[in-house]
């Protein structure tokens, strides 16, 4: 439609011209009758002028071709910028994302090193609390008492046997500690509750008292070992105390151990408690 609009146009103007030229050459025609009927007679010859349609034609055609081409390359232009501003939203999204994962990283990086070093300070604190019972001979002694136990009695303690009621009573007690600082109570952790069961009798067999166990490491390394994942994670131990009240009262009247109790980030809690020699372990975690 557009290329037939170029065409009329063109015809009218070439026609329009042609007849401008005609009457031109009329004009002069008139004249030089005239000038023969006044002067000499003379015969003058007026030429055919013809419209080259074909030429016309081809003229709309590169006009029209031309523009298409332009028109072409304005669309691949912008389809290229289109692209271009999609892959640097990419990018920017892809840098976003790696320093989104960076920073988690570094988080977790910094929580495994700012548990750890409540773990020392516990640990720490446990020491001293070790030295202070090792001149209880009452607790000694039956410690003594204890460890002469049959080889058969202690084969028979070496499985876990699941959640105790001594366990029960020290979660009781403990979250009753936190209940008074305004504190939701821990969950019991079944899982988590083995591990530190499992602790405690390592430390029995084993005859130690610290954090770091020599079969199986931090306690945080321990929890990994037995399948316990976890975000935050802190220990309490202690040794010679023969009830659940006055073991959580030892642990709330260390500053480390009272720390870890209280610790608002904890959600779950594991207890394991060896009679022989009364060893307690609390393993928090969220």
Do not use: C
Request: avoid cysteine.
């Amino acid at each position: 439609m557009k290329k037939k609009a170029y065409i009329v146009f063109a015809i009218s103007i070439l026609i329009a011209s042609v007849l401008f030229v005609s009457g031109l050459l009329g004009q002069d025609t008139k004249e030089a009758a005239n000038t023969y009927e006044n002067h000499s007679p003379k015969h003058v010859d007026i030429k055919d002028i013809t419209i080259d349609a074909e030429n016309i034609v081809r003229f709309v055609e590169v006009r029209e071709e031309e523009e298409r081409l332009l028109e072409e390359q304005e669309q691949l232009r912008l389809e290229e910028e289109r692209l271009e501003k999609e892959r640097i939203k990419k990018e920017e999204e892809l840098r976003l994302e790696e320093v989104r994962r960076k920073e988690q990283e570094q988080d977790r990086i910094e929580e495994e090193k700012r548990a750890e070093q409540e773990q020392s300070e516990i640990d720490e604190a446990d020491k001293r609390e070790d030295e202070k019972q090792s001149n209880q001979s009452d607790d000694n002694k039956v410690a003594e008492e204890e460890s002469n136990q049959t080889t058969e009695e202690n084969q028979a303690e070496i499985n876990y046997q699941g959640i105790s009621s001594f366990e029960r009573d020290v979660v009781t007690y403990t979250n009753a500690e936190r209940v008074k600082h305004g504190l939701p109570e821990l969950k019991i952790d079944s899982k988590l509750s083995e591990v530190a069961w499992y602790k405690s009798k390592d430390m029995e067999v084993n005859s130690y008292f610290s954090h770091t166990s020599p079969r199986y490491g931090s306690p945080f390394e321990m929890m990994k070992d037995f399948g316990v994942s976890y975000t935050a994670a802190g220990e309490n131990i202690a040794m010679g105390y023969p009830d659940a009240k006055s073991v959580v009262n030892g642990w709330m009247n260390s500053e480390g151990h009272r720390k870890n109790i209280l610790n608002e980030n904890y959600t779950h809690i594991g207890v394991g408690f060896v009679q022989n020699g009364h060893y307690a372990t609390q393993m928090f975690m969220r």
